[in-house]
């Protein structure tokens, strides 16, 4: 396959997963109050893990404007829109450092890429939580154990769920992490 071809295939589907991401987005998925299960962290998550770190960055970034740009964006200031929605799903690309070019596909190193991204996207949103977000902490908690509660359970609530998923993904449908 030519340079040009492959190029426009890597870039189609960065694209698509990224559309994907923020499709899924739109999709309610408050658990109470600011804690979520964001399931959409998903096809960026399988787009690392089947295309490496530059792609799963590139297509976090692309979901995280597609959320500014379209007003679904929680904005309080530039400041912590960057750090929330560029700096944040660009983590997930982390990712793609364990992505496995091999035909038998191992889960521990998918399971592995999938909480070390979500929690490192979670560092920061926990990071906005201190800064931006302490005025909404409940009766009686301070910034950072509010912003630890909420960004901690919401953080493992979504590595758990992406790890269930994509590890169905991983017996089922193996070939899916893989370029050919």
Known sequence: MSNSKFNIRLLTE??????????????PNTVYGWIIIEIACIPILLLSLRRGLAAGAFGGLIWGILAL?????YILTL???GLEY?????????????????TKLKL??????????????YFFHFLAGIIFWSQYAWKGWGAVAYSLAVN???GILTAVAAGI????????????????
Request: charged fraction near 10%; charge should be positive; proline fraction near 4%.
């Open 165 to 180: 998923i994509l590890s169905i993904f991983v017996k089922k449908f193996p070939k899916i992490f893989q370029t050919k």
């Open 108 to 121: 521990f190193p998918v399971l592995s890429g999938i909480f070390i991204a979500v929690l490192v996207k």
């Open 79 to 81: 400041t912590q829109a």
């Open 86 to 102: 560029l700096i944040a799903p660009v983590c997930l690309g982390l990712a793609g450092l364990f992505a496995q070019k091999t």
């Open 69 to 73: 740009i379209t007003g679904h964006a």
């Open 152 to 154: 901690g359970i919401s």
């Open 14 to 27: 960065i694209a698509f997963m990224a559309a994907l991401a923020f499709v899924i987005s739109l999709i």
